[in-house]
C-alpha cells in the first residue's frame, strides 16, 4: 500500500518563483492536511480539505494556496516563493474525526 | 486560537532512565492524539486517547489524559536508544478537523 505519496522530495527555488508540491493518497479518506515544520516550532497546519472540492485554511496559510479536485489529490501551490518558507512540508490524511493522521514522507523546500 | 503546548523541548537521557513528556491546553479537548518523529523521518500515529482520565499502556510508553482534559503525558520507563525521536501531541481544534499540534519534545538517549 502506498499510503499518503508526496513529491518531489527535495526542491530548491529562488525568491519569487512558484511551484506546486504534490500529495496523493490511495485510502480513500475524505480529510486532507498540510503542514510545515520549523526547528522549535511543531507542525503547523497551512491549509486543509474535508472533502473533494471543501478546503479552508489552518494557522500559517498564507503564501500559499490549494484546492481538492478528486478525493485522492491535495496539491499545495506556492505562487511567489520566499525564504521564509524555506521548511519541511507534510502532508497527512485522515478518514473522520478521531481516526489517526497518516503523513506523507515530506518535501524539504529550501528558498534562497 | 487553540494552542498546545508541550514541555519540555529537549530531554536527553541515559539508557534505562524514564522519561516523560507532557501536553497542555487552554481549552478542553475532545480527543489528544501522539505521534513519534524518527530523525529525518514523518510522524507515526502512536494512540489517541478520547475518556477523562484515560490511561493506555504500550509495552513500556504509558499515556495518561487528565480528569479536565485539558492535559496529557507520555512516559517512557527504562528508555532504550530505539526510542530517540521528536514526540508530539495533536488535538482536534474544537468543533473542526483541523488538528493542531504541540511543539514536540526531541528524546535523545545516550547509550
Known amino acids: 500500500n502506498a499510503g499518503v505519496t508526496q513529491t518531489p522530495k527535495f526542491q530548491v527555488l529562488k525568491t519569487g518563483q512558484s511551484m506546486t508540491l504534490q500529495c496523493a493518497q490511495d485510502?480513500?479518506?475524505?480529510?486532507m492536511s498540510w503542514y510545515r515544520q520549523d526547528p522549535g516550532m511543531g507542525l503547523r497546519l497551512i491549509h486543509y480539505s474535508v472533502g473533494a472540492g471543501i478546503t479552508d485554511q489552518g494557522e500559517v496559510p498564507n503564501g500559499y494556496n490549494v484546492s481538492r479536485s478528486t478525493t485522492e489529490d491535495f496539491p499545495l501551490r506556492l505562487l511567489s516563493a520566499a525564504p521564509s518558507q524555506t521548511s519541511v512540508y507534510f502532508c497527512?490524511?485522515?478518514?473522520?474525526?478521531?481516526?489517526?493522521?497518516?503523513f506523507g514522507n515530506g518535501t524539504r523546500l529550501t528558498v534562497t | 486560537g487553540q494552542q498546545v503546548m508541550q514541555i519540555p523541548q529537549y530531554q536527553h537521557v541515559q539508557e534505562g532512565e524514564d522519561f516523560t513528556t507532557y501536553c497542555n491546553s487552554s481549552t478542553t479537548l475532545s480527543n489528544i492524539q501522539w505521534y513519534k518523529q524518527r530523525p529525518g523521518g514523518h510522524p507515526v500515529f502512536l494512540i489517541q486517547l478520547v475518556k477523562s482520565g484515560e490511561v493506555k499502556k504500550q509495552k513500556r510508553l504509558t499515556f495518561q489524559f487528565g480528569e479536565a482534559k485539558k492535559n496529557s503525558s507520555l512516559h517512557i520507563t527504562a528508555t532504550q536508544t530505539t526510542d530517540v525521536g521528536t514526540y508530539f501531541c495533536?488535538?482536534?481544534?474544537?468543533?473542526?478537523?483541523?488538528?493542531?499540534f504541540g511543539t514536540g519534545t526531541r528524546l535523545k538517549v545516550l547509550a
Open positions: 485510502m480513500n479518506h475524505e480529510y
Open positions: 497527512a490524511s485522515f478518514t473522520s474525526y478521531n481516526s489517526p493522521l497518516h
Open positions: 495533536a488535538a482536534p481544534t474544537s468543533g473542526t478537523y483541523k488538528y493542531i
